[in-house]
């Protein structure tokens, strides 16, 4: 029941035919199934458009208290992709080099990555993605912000899926830490880097690992 704090107005919403929604489902089932994380990157130059409409589509996902805890910068400077790249792979030498458990390198094994990485100048662009720890007002005071992580990894989820559908090839990227961020892309205090996505068209001889996702029955029950 609507509160007197509470101010609705009408939801847009097109209902569609069954079988027009079958036919939805089983087509972006069929488009997501293509996604891959790509490593081989071209420098083919990327309409901006297409990314601030990714970023947008983003924009739009749920959170806590529509507090919406996320900032994107969208990063296409050659110099501020090399910065990016050194610090990257200054914390990925360290990760290749001890910090990492025998175990998870293991685990990397089968994609063949180490702690060079090109991709993160030769794409045309890159995204990084920050958590808002709390809001602050025009004033500067801070209001608290809820369920962060869920929030902008929902909003993360929906950029990827926004720029694949855009015919772009994406990569994930969380060196850790991550604070050289926040240093380069002079952002404020309150934000904290949760994910730099790489995005472009693949080279033309762009390869992926030989790798299965788990069946459905695997990962979804039903009751």
Not at 89 to 115: C, I, M, V
Request: proline share 7%; aromatic share 8%; with cysteine.
């Amino acid at each position: 029941m609507a509160t007197d704090d509470c101010v609705t107005r009408p939801l847009d919403f097109n209902e569609l035919s069954e079988p027009q929604m079958l036919e939805n489902s089983r087509r972006i089932a069929q488009q997501l199934a293509k996604r891959r994380t790509v490593r081989d990157f071209s420098d083919r130059a990327v309409d901006p458009e297409i990314i601030d409409n990714a970023v947008k589509a983003a924009a739009t996902a749920p959170s806590g208290a529509n507090k919406q805890p996320w900032h994107f910068v969208v990063i296409s400077s050659p110099e501020i992709k090399r910065a990016i790249r050194e610090a990257a792979e200054e914390e990925e030498r360290a990760f290749y080099g001890g910090r990492a458990s025998e175990s998870w390198l293991e685990d990397l094994k089968q994609f063949g990555t180490d702690a060079e990485k090109p991709f993160l100048e030769t794409a045309p662009y890159l995204i990084a993605v920050f958590l808002q720890r709390n809001s602050i007002d025009d004033e500067g005071a801070k209001h608290k912000n809820y369920y962060m992580p869920e929030s902008v990894g929902i909003a993360s989820g929906m950029l990827l899926t926004a720029l694949h559908n855009s015919g772009l090839a994406t990569l994930t990227h969380t060196p850790s830490p991550m604070g050289f961020l926040s240093e380069i892309l002079q952002r404020p205090n309150n934000e904290k880097p949760y994910l730099l996505v790489v995005a472009g068209y693949p080279q033309k001889d762009a390869q992926v690992p030989d790798i299965e996702r788990k069946p459905f029955e695997e990962v979804c029950s039903h009751f």
